[in-house]
């Protein structure tokens, strides 16, 4: 197993882990100094191509993210998504994971996780590739967003689901809007740390889409804390800079050669 990998997993039980997602040199160079595990997420369809969803997000596009948000990654544990129809099958799932790895030096992928593809964990495993899981709201595959978990039924799928996908050798799982007593109960079930996404204070560790936290976004559902309103400020810079423009203020002569 990579030392990366093996040291995430000893911070279980140990201290919660700390992840966000990054599209960028520019990002993940700040967050590598704070995160366990930087996440190159497919949210990025969204964030910052304005699509509906992620469903038709290009490999390529992962890849092109992937490698810039590696060129300011050194410590953390560095993640890409595979996006939907790059993993239909075992075989695909193989090929486009090593392209992705080969391409970007990351140190894992994830997958989203539906009924049908737990066949996919096993080939990725069998081929030493180490992958992350992802249950409950799963944008690739679920057309309406619901918080899951809530009553016994979908409670105890969620557990069988995520009992398996540990089983089928993931290193480790995201739990995206699962309400706070499933997420109890598969955090304690589960060897490998769960990581949370709306999934309350229970899972080993959280994972934010980072512009959302930084009021970047514009999208920001109840389980978003905004640490801070960039909008704001980045707004407040512009017209600043706008203003010192017209009043010939910037370039003064420090600015200029
Ligand atoms: O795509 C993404 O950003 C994700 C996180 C929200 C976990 O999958």
Not at 112 to 121: A, C, D, M, R, T
Not at 180 to 194: E, F, S
């Amino acid at each position: 197993m990579k030392t990366k990998i093996k040291n995430f997993l000893n911070k279980k039980n140990k201290r919660k882990l700390i992840c966000l997602t990054s599209y960028a040199k520019s990002i993940s160079r700040i967050l590598d100094k704070y995160c366990d595990l930087i996440l190159v997420g497919d949210s990025l369809a969204n964030v910052l191509y304005g699509m509906k969803t992620t469903h038709n997000l290009k490999l390529e596009t992962m890849i092109d993210h992937a490698k810039s948000v590696k060129l300011g990654t050194k410590n953390s544990l560095l993640v890409v998504d595979m996006p939907k129809n790059s993993y239909k099958n075992p075989n695909q799932a193989v090929k486009n994971a090593k392209l992705i790895i080969k391409k970007t030096g990351c140190d894992a992928i994830k997958i989203e996780n539906n009924s049908y593809n737990l066949n996919i964990v096993k080939a990725l495993k069998k081929s030493k590739i180490d992958v992350m899981g992802h249950i409950g709201y799963t944008p690739q595959f679920k057309k309406k967003f619901k918080a899951e978990g809530k009553n016994r039924k979908e409670q105890i799928k969620l557990l069988r689901q995520a009992q398996n996908i540990e089983k089928a050798g993931a290193f480790s799982i995201v739990l995206e809007c699962i309400s706070k007593k499933t997420a109890n109960k598969i955090t304690q079930l589960l060897k490998i740390p769960t990581i949370g996404i709306g999934s309350s204070n229970v899972c080993d560790g959280q994972i934010l889409v980072t512009d959302d936290m930084l009021g970047i976004s514009g999208f920001y559902p109840k389980f978003v804390k905004k640490f801070v309103n960039l909008e704001k400020i980045i707004e407040n810079s512009i017209k600043k800079y706008k203003k010192e423009i017209i009043s010939k203020k910037f370039p003064n002569n420090n600015n200029s050669f």
